[in-house]
Every structure is written in structure tokens, then in C-alpha cells.
């Protein structure tokens, strides 16, 4: 993993005028008021789209790309595994040490009639930060990160990223500010990633892979 190699400069670029815009709001933004907002434009057709496209956070869906990029190159495996142990870390520091017990919208809002989507699991407090958010958010970055020529792709995969964030208000599990410091931490977790990966992996063996090692194996007997 070299460092002018791996940069995802269009997905940061996009990311920061997301950032930007959505920080122009908060001046306006009352806690409670957006999520509200958004739980009256409710209909099936949303409601199964924003519950499919959620599950993309789960932070056990990290454990495919850590295993496939095995089969690549051991350096973005262990970027992506790195990655992994710092967003969780972050979301595990906001939810249980600094902001431990915050309640979420549908325990904030009480007193209110909210339009909850059948089937989903309702949660009612550690809402700060969201682990889905920072969880999509590290992984496509990372995505980026590994994909520097493709542009398409960053940006692609950022506007999944913002989706996914949005369902979690979407399905009243999070507020908007839970889902922009989770984007954030998530961006952070994924270049912290990358220059540790690259700081302290970046020698030959590294740049191996499982199918390298296979190749090697069933390539000796001939050789020999």
C-alpha cells in the first residue's frame, strides 16, 4: 500500500461539500424538529428501500471486505482491519464513556405520534454516535481510498454512504446530528487506517496475497 497511491481525493472532496452544506443547516436545525419532518413523508415503497439499504451499516457486514481483500493483497486487508478496530472504537468511546445513555428519536419524541416502520427493531437510548453511519462511511471511504483512479466509483459509492446515513433518520433510529459526527468519525477511522497501514506495512510481504502464496505452492513441485 503506497501513500501517492491511495488517497480518495474525489470522495473527500464531495464528502466535505456534504459536510458543508449540512453544517449550513444546523444553525436552523431544532433536535427533533428535522426527524420529525422527515417521519410525515412515509410511504411503502420508502419505507422497504430505507430498510434494505440500512443494513449496509451493520457493522458484521465489515468482516466480507476484510476477508476478500485477504485474496488481494494482505495490505488492504489489514487497512481494512485497522479501520475496523478505530471505528468501533470511536462509536464504543460516544456511546458508552462520553455520551453514554442519550436518548433516541422515538424515546425523545414521546409525546408524539411517529409512523414506525413494520419490522424494524426499535432503539431507545445510546443514540450518539450512529455505528451504522460511521460504519458505512469507513468502509467506502476505504473503498475510495483503494480505488484513486476511479472517480465514478468514489463518488458512487459516497452517495450510498450519505443514504444509508439518511435511512437512519429515515427509520427514526437517529438523529441528524448522530449521522453527521458518525460520517465523520468514519472518514477519520478510514485515513487513520490507511497511514497506519502504510507506516508500519508497507514492506513486500505485505503486498502478497492468499492466492499469491497458492500460486507459489503449486508452482514448486514443478520448479522443482
Known amino acids: ?35 420529525v419532518l ?12 430505507f430498510v434494505c439499504i440500512t ?15 485477504l485474496f488481494i ?8 482491519a485497522l479501520s475496523t478496530i478505530i471505528h468501533i472504537l470511536f462509536v464504543h468511546l460516544g456511546k458508552r464513556v462520553f455520551f453514554p445513555g442519550m436518548p433516541r428519536p422515538v424515546e425523545f419524541l414521546s409525546g408524539i405520534e411517529l409512523h414506525i416502520v413494520p419490522g424494524v427493531s426499535m432503539h431507545h437510548w445510546n443514540t450518539f454516535p450512529s455505528g451504522h453511519t460511521t460504519s458505512i462511511f469507513m468502509l467506502t471511504c476505504a473503498v ?17 454512504a450519505i443514504l444509508t446515513g439518511f435511512s437512519r433518520i429515515y427509520l427514526m433510529q437517529h438523529f441528524l446530528i448522530d449521522v453527521v459526527v458518525g460520517s465523520f468519525l468514519g472518514v477519520v477511522a478510514a485515513y487513520s487506517g490507511r497511514w497506519m497501514t502504510i507506516r508500519f506495512f508497507s514492506k513486500k510481504k505485505f503486498r502478497k496475497s492468499l492466492l499469491s502464496n497458492r500460486k507459489r505452492k503449486m508452482a514448486r513441485p514443478i520448479m522443482e
Open 73 to 80: 493483497r494482505y495490505s488492504y486487508a489489514i487497512f481494512l
Open 1 to 35: 500500500m503506497k501513500e501517492d497511491k491511495t488517497k480518495g481525493e474525489a470522495y473527500l472532496k464531495g464528502y466535505f461539500l456534504f459536510l458543508i452544506f449540512v453544517c449550513a443547516f444546523f444553525p436552523f436545525y431544532e433536535k427533533g424538529g428535522f426527524e
Open 144 to 160: 475510495a481510498i483503494l480505488s484513486p483512479k476511479q472517480k465514478a466509483l468514489q463518488l458512487l459509492v459516497l452517495v450510498i
Open 38 to 49: 422527515i417521519n410525515t413523508v412515509h410511504n411503502p415503497l420508502l419505507d422497504q428501500f
Open 55 to 69: 443494513q449496509l451499516g451493520d457493522g458484521v457486514m465489515l468482516i466480507f471486505p476484510i476477508l476478500i481483500m
